[in-house]
């Protein structure tokens, strides 16, 4: 006899033999719950200041009982099913909807500032050991001082062109420390970003400035080094290029600001033609 036959026999026999029946039955309670489990998306068309959904207004989305739904708040004309049409008729934007845009430009603005923040510190360690020099002429009498000329933001952005083969967008600034710095060859990137800091910009702050270099140690354990980069608080503003002015030979310090608000320290001798 198979085990088929043997089990079906004793499911039709069972009750009469006072046995409890095989057979599954849902609990009414259970399946109650089940009901009201089912919830649908509303749109309110006007506010309820009683009832069970007592301090809800009109124009909002809220999750309630299909049946709460479908057998008071729709056809007593408080409120419609939150369907795209609905949504447009309503002249309301999908809550949900708007949530997930947000969360993807979010997203989108979080990689673009990644991507920024690996284009400042590629620039960075390529200006870490670069000075751009500059040639002028000098005054006869202070043999310290250009004379004509003087170095400006604009003959920077020609000199990075043509020395190092850098061109800066138009949203890049170039700023300019005008005072000769003394041993600036001997300074490390953490002194030319305090430097930087020192020039009365009060909007800058530091991004994951390390106290060592640690180039393989960041590329070995698969890190990105962020040491001297400094992000800009955003201004109202597209930043411009400064309109100082060096007319005295010397070694000094500009700030780059490149794309995202990030900055990078650019070291440059005025000498004597």
Known sequence: MSTGFRLSSLMRTGSRRGLPSMTCHHHPCHQQQLRHKHQVRVILTRDLPEGQMRGMYAGEVHNVAAGYARNYLVPGKMAVYATPRNFERCGLIDPDIAAKEEAAQQKLAGDEENEDLKAADLLRRYLRNKTVKIIRNVDRNVPTMCHPGHVSAKNLRDKLSKQLKIDLEEHE?????????????????????????????????????????????????????????????????????????????????????????????????????
């Open 173 to 273: 600034a170039v700023h300019i420390i005008n005072e000769p710095i003394v041993g600036l060859d001997e300074k490390d990137e953490q002194e030319l970003m305090q430097l930087i800091r020192d020039m009365g910009q009060d909007k800058v702050a530091t991004t994951g400035v390390s106290d060592n270099d640690g180039d393989e140690a960041a590329e070995g354990e698969g890190g990105t080094e962020e040491a001297g980069v400094a992000a800009e608080a955003a201004s109202d503003g597209p930043v411009k290029d400064c309109d100082t002015q060096v007319k005295q030979l010397g070694d000094y310090v500009a700030k780059i600001t490149l794309a995202g608000g990030y900055i990078v320290p650019l070291k440059f001798r005025v000498e004597r033609r």
